[in-house]
């Protein structure tokens, strides 16, 4: 119980439970993410359908990882499985490492979404989508011009920015007709898996959740490198830094083209608290006499719900297929279509 506070991706857990529960109990469920990392975030799910077992029953549970990366396939399966996994004998087989996780589902590691099976399945993508490649457009006087990075002339072994003397392609394509920043960041990897997603979501069911650093399409200027956990120039030493771009959430609810309903952007604080979380710690700090541990669970809340900290830096955004919710309008049953405070968890709040 201690990690489900602590922890704030033990909550997703809660949430697939819950959106598989809203759905009908599908017997077959897929658990889906997008750059898995070390593992720690399936693990942390697939242990709370361990501890909601009674309510899982003998659905056939399977895991499904989206990783470019083998080294880090690796990573991951050293955390889920131990040693039960293996590779493909074939480089092009879309299976390219399987195994069985230590709570006894099948899992499988996938180069990209489009190799994943269909089916019923909820998508998480948490930190995945500010680490994609952005283009960077500039208005000015004659127009939009792309950002694009060239070597200074002036310092050896220097880059610099610069604007494209003309309109690229990118520029004609990617931006809206309405945008009225002046400075635009936009992710079209992005929006291509959205509508990937929207298009698996509409048509076969499920949900996805995405939690990232991100806005609702006000900021500007977000790209930003980081190296030793520091900001670092993203110009300085390519290679040896993290570089990110805050999400476009408006831009990514535009590729949905409202085929799927869309919940938030809204901060961690509403969604963890949504979700529970405050009656979590009261329950926790009632029943613990450790002043030690008392302490950590007060910090721990504190660095997740603090707008000043992560509670307001980090969103999230549910991506549901029309058929989920459904209202009763005059006696009769309605489709309500478009964006709104409708019961998804974490999007409302909790009745108790």
């Given at each position: 119980m201690r990690e489900v506070l602590t922890n704030p991706v033990s909550l997703l857990g809660i949430w697939c439970v819950s959106e598989w529960v809203a759905a009908g109990k599908p017997k077959e469920f897929q658990l889906v993410e997008f750059g898995p990392g070390r593992g720690s975030l399936i693990s942390d799910v697939l242990r709370v359908l361990k501890q909601l077992k009674s309510v899982v029953g003998e659905?056939?549970?399977?895991?499904h990882l989206v990783e470019v990366s083998p080294k880090l396939s690796k990573v991951q399966a050293q955390s889920l499985t131990g040693e039960d996994s293996e590779t493909a004998d074939n480089e092009n087989d879309p299976v390219y490492r399987r195994g069985t996780t230590k709570t006894g589902h099948p899992v499988y590691w996938y180069r990209g979404m489009e190799d994943v099976p269909r089916g019923f399945s909820i998508y998480l993508?948490?930190?995945f989508f500010d680490a994609l490649p952005i283009h960077k457009f500039q208005k000015t006087d004659k127009g939009w011009r792309e950002m694009l990075i060239d070597i200074d002339p002036q310092v050896a072994n220097k880059l610099r920015f610069v604007l494209s003397p003309s309109a690229s392609l990118a520029s004609s394509t990617l931006l809206q007709a309405d945008e009225e920043r002046e400075h635009v960041e936009v992710c079209p990897e992005g929006g291509v898996l959205v509508q990937r997603l929207t298009n698996r979501i509409s048509e076969d069911g499920g949900a996805a959740l995405i939690a990232d650093y991100g806005h609702a399409g006000d900021k500007m200027d977000t790209f930003r490198g980081f190296r030793g956990h520091?900001?670092?120039?993203?110009?300085v030493a390519p290679g040896t830094a993290d570089l990110t771009?805050?999400?476009?959430?408006r831009y990514l609810r535009r590729m949905t083209d409202e085929r799927v309903l869309t919940f938030g952007p809204i901060t961690q604080q509403q969604f963890l608290r949504n979700m529970g979380i405050d009656v979590r710690l009261q329950v926790?700090?009632?029943s613990c006499t450790d002043s030690s541990t008392r302490k950590q669970l007060v910090q721990g809340f504190d660095m997740m719900m603090n707008p000043e900290k992560m509670g307001e830096r980090f969103k999230f955004v549910a991506l549901v297929p029309h058929s989920?919710?459904?209202v009763q309008t005059r006696g009769k049953k309605a489709e309500q279509?478009?964006?709104a405070a409708l019961p998804v968890s974490g999007f409302s709040e909790l009745g108790l």
């Open positions: 659905s056939a549970v399977s895991v993508a948490h930190e520091k900001l670092h120039d993203v110009l771009a805050d999400v476009d959430f926790l700090l009632r989920r919710i459904a279509k478009g964006a």
